[in-house]
Structures are given as structure tokens and as C-alpha cells.
């Protein structure tokens, strides 16, 4: 078990980015889509409906959408690692201080 080199923290940085935009762009489009359905229905101002539509979005993003996008992360397969947890209470895992002592 090691920390993540940089080019490894690249490829998960780069899988939450390119899926996150693809997946925020979709629900940003699907939610202001319903709510402008359903705003032209009852009439309501555009400023409202735009402003209701940022707050829905967002919320869906980051109580439902982004959870997703980390558990992709655990499911991956990357190029020679995987990500996985390790809880602390399970194995013991040397801090980084003791590390670089031990190298």
C-alpha cells in the first residue's frame, strides 16, 4: 500500500472532471428543461425560474450526482491501481512521518 504518485492522481482527477462536466451538463439541461415546463405552466417570472433551477441543480449535483461520481472512482480500474478504503481501525497504516523514517 502506497500513496498515489502524481500521474495516478491525474487520472482520477481527470475521471471525476470529463464525467463530472458531461454529467452536470446533462442534469443542468434536464432540470432547467422540467422546470421551465413547468414555469411557463404556471406563469412564473424567468428570474425565478432560473434562480430554482441553479438551486435544484446544484443540489441534485452534490447530494446525489457527485456521491456517484466518487463510487465510480472505488469501481474503476485504473492502469496498474486501483483506489480502494482502508479504514484505520482495520489495518494499521503508517503515517507519513513514519515512512519517510523508515526509508
Known amino acids: 500500500m502506497s500513496e498515489p504518485r502524481y500521474s495516478e492522481a491525474?487520472?482520477?482527477?481527470?475521471l471525476l472532471v470529463?464525467?463530472?462536466v458531461l454529467l452536470g451538463?446533462?442534469?443542468q439541461v434536464a432540470v432547467g428543461l422540467i422546470s421551465g415546463f413547468i414555469g411557463k405552466l404556471v406563469g412564473?417570472?424567468?428570474?425565478?425560474l432560473l434562480g430554482l433551477n441553479n438551486i435544484?441543480?446544484?443540489?441534485?449535483?452534490f447530494f446525489w450526482m457527485y456521491p456517484y461520481l466518487v463510487s465510480m472512482i472505488?469501481?474503476?480500474?485504473?492502469r496498474g491501481f486501483r483506489v480502494l478504503v482502508v479504514r484505520d481501525h482495520?489495518?494499521?497504516v503508517p503515517?507519513?512521518?513514519?515512512?519517510?523514517k523508515a526509508a
Do not use: C, D, N, Y
Open 10 to 14: 491525474v487520472k482520477i482527477t481527470w
Open 18 to 20: 470529463w464525467r463530472g
Open 25 to 27: 451538463l446533462f442534469l
Open 44 to 48: 412564473a417570472p424567468k428570474p425565478l
Open 56 to 61: 435544484v441543480a446544484m443540489g441534485l449535483w
Open 74 to 78: 472505488f469501481e474503476k480500474h485504473f
Open 90 to 92: 482495520e489495518v494499521a
Open 95 to 100: 503515517s507519513a512521518v513514519q515512512l519517510r
